[in-house]
């Protein structure tokens, strides 16, 4: 099977290390590609500058406080966007806030996970997402 596209969207350098761990453990073949802010993620789904030959991602791992442009604007922009809206968004966050969850669910994210600060249970929630996304769910192919 071809290997899965994950685009991660994230600043904290802790959690992009953690991710790409308990990625590396998982037992569907992945590609994980990271960006660390806003306006770079958008570049990359839109295949601008740099990203020119960026794969499409089939899952997007979004941070929601990041430099710049936040996660609830790439989350918004990403679902007004009529070739992008497709690719499911989970929002991987440190916040448990009901008005950030409600947002982003306004915003049409597909789920919202708040961040362990357990790394043993930060490193199994990334592995369920992947196993959830990759092995239970269908998704549209690219």
């Known amino acids: 099977t071809s290997s899965v596209e994950i685009l991660l969207v994230e600043d904290n350098p802790g959690d992009v290390r953690l991710t790409i761990e308990a990625l590396k453990e998982s037992k569907v073949c992945n590609n994980l590609n990271v960006v660390s802010d806003g306006m770079e993620a958008m570049a990359y789904l839109r295949r601008e500058g740099q990203y020119a030959n960026a794969p499409r991602p089939d899952l997007i791992l ?58 043993d249970q930060f490193i199994m929630i990334v592995q369920n997402i992947q196993d959830f996304w990759f092995s239970i769910v269908k998704l549209p192919s690219r």
């Open 62 to 119: 979004l941070d929601l406080n990041l430099p710049g442009k936040d996660g609830r604007e790439v989350l918004s922009e990403i679902k007004a966007d009529e070739d992008l809206k497709c690719i499911p968004v989970v929002v991987l966050t440190t916040s448990a806030a009901e008005q950030d969850i409600l947002r982003t669910y306004r915003l049409h994210a597909n789920c919202y996970i708040t961040k362990p600060v357990d790394l």
